[in-house]
């Protein structure tokens, strides 16, 4: 097994759909080293981000699957501690939206097994 130290996504602007960031294929697993949001905007904006099968879509609200949401205060950055310390196993992801588009930055690194 390999080991790799990995910027599994650096300043990727949510939307206003869920997307993923960082997704596994089905012989390899992630673990998550440091997880954060940076909100560019002046107004406050609600995250919500999941760690799910690749197959699962995220959902939200009551009964939702979702791992992390917060509202983010304007200009500031936030890690995302429900995060840090995860393994995304064989065909996983993190996905994650924004309730307004193009805003919010997120960067997530780790170490990639193989």
């Given at each position: 097994m390999?080991?790799?130290?990995?910027?599994?996504?650096?300043?990727?602007?949510?939307?206003?759909?869920?997307?993923t960031l960082v997704s596994t294929n089905s012989t390899e697993k992630k673990f998550?080293?440091?997880a954060t949001v940076t909100n560019t905007s002046t107004s406050n904006i609600e995250v919500t981000l999941w760690?799910?099968?690749?197959?699962?879509?995220g959902t939200t609200g009551s009964g939702g699957?979702?791992?992390?949401?917060?509202?983010?205060?304007?200009q500031k950055t936030l890690t995302v501690d429900?995060?840090?310390g995860h393994v995304l196993g064989n065909s996983?992801?993190?996905?994650?939206?924004?309730?307004t588009g193009s805003v919010v930055n997120v960067d997530i690194s780790g170490k990639t097994e193989i």
């Open positions: 390999t080991t790799t130290l990995n910027d599994f996504t650096s300043e990727t602007q949510l939307s206003t759909s869920e997307a998550i080293g440091m760690r799910l099968n690749d197959t699962t879509t699957n979702w791992l992390w949401k917060k509202t983010i205060p304007a429900k995060l840090l996983q992801k993190i996905s994650g939206l924004a309730a």
